[in-house]
């Protein structure tokens, strides 16, 4: 019996550092007014009829804190690649010159900024949610098995550890998002 809850725990635990992880991800994502290849993670390029990661038709690099460098590797991706970058409507106009496309990432405005820290405090929400979702269900699981004959006062210490887990991964949250916040706002 406490062998099933341990597996049921421990993939809780699991899915609340995969919450943590996907945090990070889409954190890495939003704009902080350098070019950042993460910038462009999201966008999928037509290659021989199949929508794939830029990521796995061409090189993004960062040249410097305002430029992104994209080089395919078939020349003839370039038009897709670009087309692709028009399409995702992220406010950046790609320059190809034959061999690369480069985008100048334009600088952020007051407003803008405000705009993406808002939209990262969603993103902190929604993972906060489902963190606390993840609690509920596995105290559930807790007082399940007390119910079905574990013991009352291991039950208890397994829910303080839960809580204890699921505060731990709350406070990376805010500081996630006091890092991105921080980094958004600097001019």
Same mark, same amino acid.
């Given at each position: 019996m406490s062998a099933d809850l341990e597996n049921v725990l421990s993939h809780g635990y699991e899915l609340m550092d995969k919450a943590l992880h996907h945090l990070d991800e889409e954190l890495g994502k939003v704009r902080a007014g350098k070019a950042s290849p993460a910038m462009l993670g999201s966008i999928?390029?037509?290659?021989?009829?199949? !929508?794939?990661?830029?990521t796995q038709v061409a090189s993004v690099t960062s040249?410097?804190?305002r430029t992104l460098t994209i080089q395919p590797w078939e020349k003839n991706m370039l038009g897709p690649i670009e087309k692709s970058i028009f399409e995702a409507n992220m406010g950046f106009t790609p320059m190809n010159n034959g061999e690369i496309i480069m985008i100048?990432?334009?600088?952020?405005?007051? %407003?803008?900024r405000q705009l993406l820290v808002k939209q990262t405090k969603s993103l902190g929400e929604d993972a906060k949610v489902s963190i606390r979702t993840i609690r509920q269900k596995l105290m559930d699981s807790? @007082? @399940?098995e007390v119910k079905d004959g574990y013991p009352e006062d291991?039950? @208890?210490?397994?829910? !303080?550890?839960?809580?204890?887990?699921?505060? !731990?991964?709350? %406070?990376?949250?805010? @500081?996630y998002l006091d890092a991105k916040e921080k980094d958004i706002m600097t001019v």
């Open positions: 999928m390029v037509e290659y021989y009829g199949t !929508a794939t990661p830029l040249s410097d804190s100048t990432v334009p600088p952020l405005t007051t %407003e803008r807790i @007082k @399940k291991s039950g @208890k210490r397994k829910e !303080a550890e839960v809580q204890k887990h699921v505060d !731990a991964s709350i %406070e990376k949250i805010g @500081k």
